[in-house]
């Protein structure tokens, strides 16, 4: 189920973000580059001063993540994170106009961690991954070889004994070798890494390999896998982020931020196992509808319910009406919908329609960041899904973004056109909102902060 959800996953694309103070962003063309720049992108447009300063405010108090990707949901009358990858597996689908990007992003964040690195060791997934994986860790590779470090691939997985070799589809041979752990430090034969970069999310737990490294870095943190992270903290720490956001530019928070709530350990194949369910569903659908109302939007509102840790694609129950719950666990013709909901803790999340499209297949962009520059973007299309429905599934495809060939910055005042239209900056402002939103929440969670405040 992992893999079918993950090869649903990926695909990326363009953006950018200068090395310099002011973050450069790109004339970007995408599917919805015609027509006006509606009332939340021109606000974006006429504040990028004042974001742009907010940002390296945020940057100058907290760390961002190394890397990380961010699913948003454009529905016309908002944009919203609906995921954020703190793993991401898509690096072969950038773009390679990005990849000069790419590579200043990792050479910056080498240089804040460790300025005198020369080598670097990624940890890929346990197990044997599909192809499409192998060409994100090739590319992955290629972008941190080019920011000036020799890269390799060490195995945290107890059933690899021996270096292994794995060909990506476009024929790079990659070798995965078995990690070695001694006192304090991990690393691979005849090879001493500075930093260690996961790209495994730690689903099934943190190995001791990987604990009490006091001489190496390891990024993201142990806290950032999905023994510790839960979503509903992110997008808590999203929605305080959302409401200081708001009213730095005059917005409502609505508009750029998902309502929740969330659920501890549900099994609804017990007495009352569904309740909390129900009342978060109800609430949360309350909330959306009064927002809808007041805004005029004669939309649907729905709610997705999903895993509160783990991948994301998994798990995911769409839900409209509060009847649908209503047989929900019983015997019948509500079996498959009770199949659907995930166990264990849940996250009820304000579902956001799609209003882009890449010729018919509905589309949702996703923006990839390194350090706290965004350095690519894509869509991730579906042709047989609705714009009500999740998009990581089979028989999604991937559009990466295209630069147009002048790139400039947004410029305040600006209306009508293509030209003019840069509606990629929202999407990387959003991005960014969500990796601010995730440092806060790796603070939340760091053991040796909390043990420093218990002291």
Known sequence: MADTAQAAHEAHGPVQASHQEEVMVPHLVTALSKGAINELEQRLLDATPVIERWFRL??????????????????????APVDTDLHPQGWHNL?????????????AAIEKVCPEAHNLMIVPENGK??????????????IFHMAGLNVRFGSIDPDLKQNTEVRTPGGTTLIIEPAQRSRYRMGLEHFEPCTILLNNDLRDGAPGILEDLHEQYVLPPLQAGWTVRRKSRHFQCYQDVAKRFGKLIGIDPWLINPEFASCGHINIHEPNGGECLRTNVKAVLAKVRRKYKEYGINEKPFVVVKA???????????????????????????????????????????????SERINDAVAEPVVYMIDRYVV??????????????NLKAPGARFVPLPFSSDAHLPRP??????????????????????MVAASYELEATDPELAELAAA
């Open 129 to 142: 991954r599909p192809a499409y994986y192998y060409a994100s860790l090739a590319k992955l590779q290629e």
């Open 308 to 354: 509160d840790h783990g991948p994301s694609g998994m798990g995911i129950m769409i839900v409209h009406d509060l009847k649908e719950l209503d047989e929900i666990g019983k015997d019948g013709a509500q079996a498959k919908t009770a199949a659907q909901v995930p166990a264990g803790e849940v996250i009820i999340q304000e579902g956001v329609l799609t």
């Open 413 to 434: 005042g600006t209306t009508g056109g293509p030209a003019s239209t840069n509606r990629f900056y929202m999407y990387g402002v959003i991005a960014r909102l969500a």
């Open 376 to 389: 690519g973007g894509f869509y991730r299309a579906h042709a047989e899904r609705d714009a009500d429905e």
């Open 58 to 79: 945020e940057w100058m108090e907290h760390t961002p993540p190394l890397y990380c990707a961010v699913d948003l949901r454009n529905a016309g009358f908002k944009v």
């Open 95 to 107: 773009s390679p106009e990005t990849l000069p990007l790419a590579v200043q992003a990792a050479q």
